[in-house]
C-alpha cells in the first residue's frame, strides 16, 4: 500500500526556518517524481518543488515556484525512502497546509497537482508574529 506521510509542520515566526519531510512507503521512491504542493485557505493548491526519478536524473534537476526560488530547497535520500523540503525565511504568505505527492505514472517532476495521483494527509504551516 502506498503512503506519503508529511511532517516538520508548525507554528513559526515570520523569518524562521522549516524543515518538513515526506516518508514514502510501498514503492521504490527512487523510480517517481515526488513533490511539494501547499493550500492555503481559500485558494487552489498549488506545486511549490518537486524532484524527479533519480534514476533518469542522478541530481533529481528539482523545479520550484518562482514564488520560493531561493528559499525552499527540496532534496530526496533514496535509502531513506524521504524527500524534504527546507524552508528559510518564513513569511505569512507561506501559510499553508503542505502536501506531498507522487503520481503512479511519470517520472519526470512538474508543478501542476493534476499530475499527481498520491498524497499525504498533510502538514500544517503557519506563519505569525
Known amino acids: 500500500q502506498v503512503q506519503l506521510v508529511e511532517s516538520g509542520g508548525g507554528l513559526v515566526q515570520p523569518g524562521e526556518s522549516l524543515k518538513l519531510s515526506c516518508k514514502t512507503s510501498?514503492?521504490?521512491?527512487?523510480?517517481?517524481?515526488i513533490g511539494w504542493f501547499r493550500q492555503a485557505p481559500g485558494k487552489e493548491r498549488e506545486g511549490v518543488a518537486c524532484v524527479s526519478n533519480s534514476i533518469i536524473k542522478s541530481d533529481g534537476s528539482p523545479q520550484y515556484a518562482d514564488s520560493v526560488k531561493g528559499r525552499f530547497t527540496i532534496a530526496r535520500d533514496n535509502a531513506k525512502s524521504t524527500v524534504y523540503l527546507q524552508i528559510n525565511n518564513l513569511q505569512p504568505d507561506d501559510t499553508a497546509v503542505y502536501y506531498c505527492a507522487t503520481p503512479s505514472i511519470g517520472r519526470l517532476c512538474g508543478l501542476e497537482p493534476g499530475d499527481y495521483d498520491r498524497w499525504g494527509q498533510g502538514t500544517q504551516v503557519t506563519v505569525s508574529s
Open positions: 510501498g514503492f521504490s521512491m527512487a523510480y517517481y517524481a
